[in-house]
């Protein structure tokens, strides 16, 4: 046995492609020679030495297979283990590079932080919105929600609300579907006494459990036998979140009773936790539909009961196509079944609007409501703040790649040292990644606190009626996060890893570590720019939508909508003639008169953002009264005017003492009597109130305008007459405080409810509740436009200190040699400074650029602003500048001072 | 006499033993094997190379391609620490085993 001349470890020789095979072959001939050289020397035939070495080794095809398979495993194992050696001195190196510069490490973790929060935050709030199916979906890829396309006078609306009887047409006359289910979602008075409290009640057809196969918490689910027509069994599911919350989580609730609306539930079963239905929250459980119509609608007489009705349009339905179906197809038999179903409703409402003129159009779209045709606004601000967090993401990279690369810059000799010994850019590459991947995720735990959070507070404003799900404990947040972590990793490591890939292994192992890094920078120049352009963009949209709110709220309303609470009676079964309910309502006005820090009270037949009465009018001498616009009638007690706030700008106001035997009255706004009488005095003009026949109504006062259905482009077309001249609408009353609604609402509530016979109670909502969910997408907007162009600001900001403060650094010595020369300070600043507004001012245009370019898209959102504002476009510009000016300025005065005597020596 | 069969683990014991002396490629193993025990292990010389290379995916052994006696490129085997530590615990038990066994026998 001698030794061997030379050495050379297997996986040395052919890393990359160790042929296993190949080697096990050369392995065994090389025995095989051996043996045969050694038989052949003993004095053996070829023949008979051939035979002998196989006689020795045994079967030599199963040998050799077995070998391979070991090979191959060896292979694969050995290249693992490499692999993560590999991976793990990158991450020790990675993890010490970072505990050397805490500083570094903490403003990355914090940039990228706030990068991936802002994404993980608008994630949290569209995902549900517009992505996620509802859970325990049995096949979320057949299930659609039912559109009906109609157009009217030239628009196209979408319907999304049924009969039942459309509902039964549609499910019949199909042939598609797997499933048809009708659901309404109510809010109904729920318990008994002071325990009462309007919950959220669905309704939904028996087919909802094929939809949703879920095994119930407790008890058992309703069948179709329960869910009958014309009356349901009066049986609820309820939901886990009441179960838990109000029933104490007991097992033995199967069979109590709930007093639902008006009518008395037997609880059969508990839903699973997650079980939240169609729409975005929780209800306190879910009932049949036949039962909740029964809850909800009085029987009206033959053709006006809800099962035999087509003008009563309450259900939402939902499809699901049986396997296979396609949508095209589906939708296809769902319009014929759709035309067919209006055909039958004109045929028993002769007069309405002939089919063809309607256009009708069946959909199939998707399950989350907000992602079909009727989109809110809520939603259409939350896609662009998804693009706005995208941007701050953007620039978050941006920044932390300009400090890698500045890292990276430093370490050019290093780096170009290592290239020279042989280091693979690979190698050099993974490093790098694996320091950005780092980075990163500190940065994705730190978003994710930031979103579990931020998220809450968006959510409330921008989606209050959504459910939150916990952010660490929601799979597809976590997967968002993951790959938000990934592309923000890539994007900070892109810059530095051009650098390496470009590294001139000569030129920078010959000259110092600060020469050369400054031409170098045009990179991180151009990552500034960037980061500069996006914040001014992002800076424009916050102005815009600060500019759009505060319009908004300076819109007068023609009403003081902070000081009026409006109170509505439910009458809960309680059997009560119209009269009654007029004498009612009196009661309840004159009672909240007594109350103190009550102002005035008033009864109301409309209200604004919440509901309007509408009567035909006829004006002698115009033709058709109703082609001039949409007229709102508001019948009103005396005290209405002061109870509001809306001014008479003409003429009187209503008083109590216009009764019914008095001169019958009625005051109009300024728009209604423009829009009838144009150039002419309104006072005295007569109107006929529901017909044509009736006598005359002398206009006595004219009030201004009112915003009741839209803060933007409110016609504002409104009249008041005295409701003792034409009682209509007994729902509720107008009370006004001295103190803000808000504060006073519930005692006037709490005080009044005692007026209330058997079951009835009472609501009470301040004005500016009803409001603001129109103020909500603009105050969104301008919350986050400004947050995240905050943000985006600050960063940009750091960024430039940063490249300006380390570009000093750079030039130190050429600084010095001017300051030695006779430069004087303001010459250095200057020279310094004007570097920053150079870049800063090519950010801007870009940016102003940007901005200009999306303003065709952001018009639609915004209020009375303009997006090519030039104020708003000239400010942003000016902040930029200004934060430049700042932001350069530390550093360049430091340059300014540099001694030239230490500056000169330390090179 | 006739065949043994090989216990389990003998041959793992032999083949470790046989590169005590240093690196050695398959067939100065089997050489070695045959010389040593004679006649009394008939050693399939396949199961001995599956046996070598089973230890050298387990990391008792490690293997080098190198050139042997008459220049030819060879794959040769040595200890690895491990190995050496294998044969030294394996070695003890074989020897405590065959006491054992020889002891039952002689009492009969």
């Given at each position: 046995m001698t030794m061997l001349p030379r050495f050379r470890r297997l996986f040395r020789i052919d890393r990359g492609a160790v042929d296993v095979p190949v080697a096990v072959a050369d392995e065994l001939q090389f025995h095989f020679d051996m043996t045969i050289d050694e038989l052949l020397a003993a004095g053996k035939s070829r023949e008979e030495a051939t035979r002998e070495a196989h006689r020795r080794f045994g079967d030599l095809e199963q040998t050799r297979l077995g070998l391979q398979h070991i090979g191959r495993v060896r292979v694969t194992r050995e290249r693992r283990a490499q692999w993560w050696s590999g991976m793990s001195q990158d991450l020790r190196y990675a993890l010490r590079g970072l505990r050397l510069s805490p500083g570094f490490t903490i403003g990355v973790m914090l940039t990228l932080g706030l990068g991936i929060g802002a994404n993980a935050t608008m994630f949290s709030i569209i995902d549900p919105l517009l992505f996620r199916a509802p859970s325990h979906l049995a096949h979320p890829d057949l299930v659609n929600r039912v559109h009906l396309a109609t157009q009217y006078q030239g628009k196209e609306f979408f319907r999304a609300n049924y009969s039942y009887r459309t509902f039964l047409d549609l499910s019949r006359d199909t042939h598609s579907f797997a499933d048809f289910v009708g659901y309404w979602p109510r809010n109904l008075a729920v318990g008994d006494?002071?325990?009462?409290q309007e919950r959220r009640v669905t309704g939904v057809s028996a087919s909802f459990w094929q939809l949703f196969p879920v095994r119930p918490e407790l008890g058992r689910l309703f069948s179709a036998q329960e869910d009958k027509v014309p009356f349901g069994e009066n049986v609820i599911v309820v939901s886990w979140p009441y179960w838990q919350s109000q029933l104490g989580g007991r097992r033995d609730v199967l069979g109590q009773h709930l007093h639902i609306g008006k009518l008395d539930y037997t609880i059969i079963g508990v839903a699973p936790r997650d079980l939240i239905g169609l729409e975005l929250t929780h209800p306190m459980g879910f009932v049949p539909l036949t039962s909740m119509a029964t809850n909800s609608f009085?029987?009206?007489g033959a053709g006006r009961r809800y099962y035999d009705?087509?003008?009563?349009?309450w259900l939402q339905l939902v499809a699901e196509r049986k396997p296979g179906v396609s949508v095209a197809a589906a939708t296809a038999d769902l319009q014929q079944a759709m035309i067919r179903s209006l055909e039958q409703k004109s045929a028993l409402q002769p007069g309405s609007d002939p089919i063809a003129s309607l256009k009708p159009r069946a959909m199939l779209s998707p399950i989350q409501f907000e992602a079909?045709?009727?989109?809110?606004t809520a939603t259409k601000v939350g896609t662009w703040l998804v693009g706005v967090a995208l941007l701050v993401l953007v620039i978050a990279c941006a920044n932390v790649g300009n400090l890698l690369l500045a890292r990276a810059l430093r370490r050019r000799r290093e780096i170009a040292l290592r290239l020279a010994l042989g280091v693979t850019r690979g190698r050099l590459l993974a490093q790098l990644l694996t320091e950005s991947l780092l980075l990163a995720t500190l940065g994705a735990g730190f978003g994710l606190l930031l979103a579990s959070w931020g998220g809450s507070v968006v959510r409330h404003t921008l989606t209050p009626d959504a459910e939150a799900g916990g952010v660490f404990s929601d799979p597809r947040m976590l997967a968002f996060a993951a790959l938000t972590m990934l592309v923000a990793a890539l994007l900070c490591g892109v810059a530095p890893a051009v650098m390496v890939l470009r590294a001139d292994l000569a030129g920078a192992l010959k000259s110092g570590s600060r020469e050369g890094g400054y031409h170098r920078s045009r990179l991180r120049v151009g990552l500034l720019v960037v980061q500069g352009a996006l914040s001014v963009v992002l800076l424009v949209g916050a102005a815009l939508f600060v500019s759009s709110l505060r319009q908004v709220r300076a819109q007068p309303l023609g009403y003081d909508a902070d000081k009026v609470t409006y109170v509505e009676q439910n009458l809960r079964g309680t059997a009560l003639t119209d009269d009654q309910r007029y004498l009612l309502l009196d009661r309840l006005v004159q009672r909240a008169q007594e109350l103190?820090?009550?102002v005035a009270a008033s009864r109301t037949t409309s209200v604004p953002f919440y509901m309007d009465w509408g009567e035909p009018l006829f004006v002698p001498g115009?033709?058709?009264?109703?082609k001039r616009g949409d007229f709102v009638l508001q019948a009103v007690t005396g005290g209405y005017f002061r109870t509001m706030g809306t001014r008479i700008v003409q003429g009187r106001a209503l008083s109590d003492a216009d009764r019914a035997g008095t001169e019958m009255v009625m005051v109009v706004s300024q728009s209604m009597a423009r829009a009838l009488w144009p150039g002419e005095n309104p006072i005295g003009k007569c109107v006929k109130i529901a017909a044509d026949t009736l006598p005359c109504r002398g206009v006595v006062g004219v009030a201004e305008d009112i915003k009741r259905g839209s803060l933007s482009d409110d016609p504002g077309l409104m009249y008041y007459v005295p409701i003792l001249q034409y009682p209509v609408g007994a729902f509720g009353i107008f009370v006004r405080t001295s103190a803000p609604a808000t504060e006073t609402a519930d005692g006037i509530r709490r005080a009044l409810q005692a007026e209330m016979p058997g079951n009835a109670y009472l609501t009470a909502q301040p004005l500016a509740d009803l409001i603001a969910p129109e103020m909500r997408s603009w105050e969104l907007g301008a919350t986050m436009f400004t947050v995240f162009g905050g943000l985006a600001l600050l960063v940009a900001s750091i960024g430039l200190y940063s490249v300006i403060a380390y570009t000093v650094a750079q030039r130190r010595q050429e600084l010095g040699v001017r300051v030695a020369l006779g430069a004087s300070v303001r010459s250095v600043l200057q020279l310094v400074v004007g570097d920053a507004m150079r870049m800063m001012a090519i950010a801007v245009a870009l940016g102003i650029a940007g901005a200009l370019l999306a303003a065709r898209w952001v018009a639609p959102l915004l209020f009375h602003t303009s997006p090519r504002d030039p104020l708003i476009l000239g400010g942003v510009a000016a902040a930029l500048l200004l934060v430049g000016l700042a932001a350069s300025f530390a550093p360049a005065w430091r340059a300014a001072h540099i001694d030239p005597a230490t500056a000169l020596r330390s090179e | 006499m006739a065949d043994l069969d090989l216990l389990q683990g003998t041959l793992d014991l032999i083949i470790l033993k046989a590169l005590i002396w240093g690196p050695s490629h398959g067939y100065a193993v089997a050489r070695w094997v045959a010389d040593t025990t004679g006649d009394d292990l008939q050693v399939e010389e396949g199961a001995l190379y599956t046996a070598l290379h089973r230890m050298e995916k387990r990391g008792w052994i490690a293997a080098e391609w190198g050139l042997s006696e008459n220049n030819r490129k060879a794959k040769y085997y040595q200890l690895t620490s491990t190995g050496r530590n294998q044969l030294h615990t394996k070695t003890e038990m074989w020897n405590r085993y065959a006491r054992a066994v020889g002891r039952v026998l002689q009492t009969s």
């Open positions: 006494g002071t325990e009462t009085e029987d009206r009705s087509y003008s009563m349009n079909g045709p009727n989109r809110s103190p820090g009550v115009i033709d058709s009264v109703s | -």
